[in-house]
């Protein structure tokens, strides 16, 4: 099996910074396109940011010059840089992958429990 897991999140004031970390484990062969996701109480899950296994990223327009999306493929694990934070930044934060499981043929997409992060005014 293969799990994601979040860390990183907490309370923070507007103009802030957080870092948020995915560690992926289980019987990986490798990670491929990844990808950050958020959702607000009351909203649908928004894409905030993703980067492929070449390092081509992208970005959400809310989140453009103030997020950045990594990777550590040595470590498994990927990052969500977060700063100049705004109240709207307000969500649980996902991160979601490709993964290539030991002995498959095919990609399947995983999902990580989730970081709540809170942005105060």
């Known amino acids: 099996q293969v799990q994601l897991v979040e860390s990183g999140g907490g309370l923070v004031q507007a103009g802030g910074s957080l870092r948020l970390s995915c560690a992926a484990s289980g019987t990986i062969f490798s990670i491929n396109a990844v990808r950050w996701y958020r959702q607000a109480p009351g909203k649908q899950r928004e894409l905030v940011a993703g980067?492929?296994?070449?390092?081509?990223?992208n970005y959400a327009d809310s989140v453009k010059g103030r997020f950045t999306i990594s990777r550590d493929s040595a470590k498994n694990t990927m990052y969500l840089q977060m700063s100049s934070l705004k109240p709207e930044d307000t969500a649980v934060y996902y991160c979601?992958?490709?993964?290539?499981?030991?002995?498959?043929?095919?990609?399947?997409?995983?999902w990580g429990q989730g970081t709540q992060v809170t942005v105060s005014s």
């Open positions: 979601n992958a490709d993964v290539r499981r030991l002995g498959y043929y095919m990609d399947h997409q995983y």
């Open positions: 980067i492929t296994s070449s390092g081509t990223t």
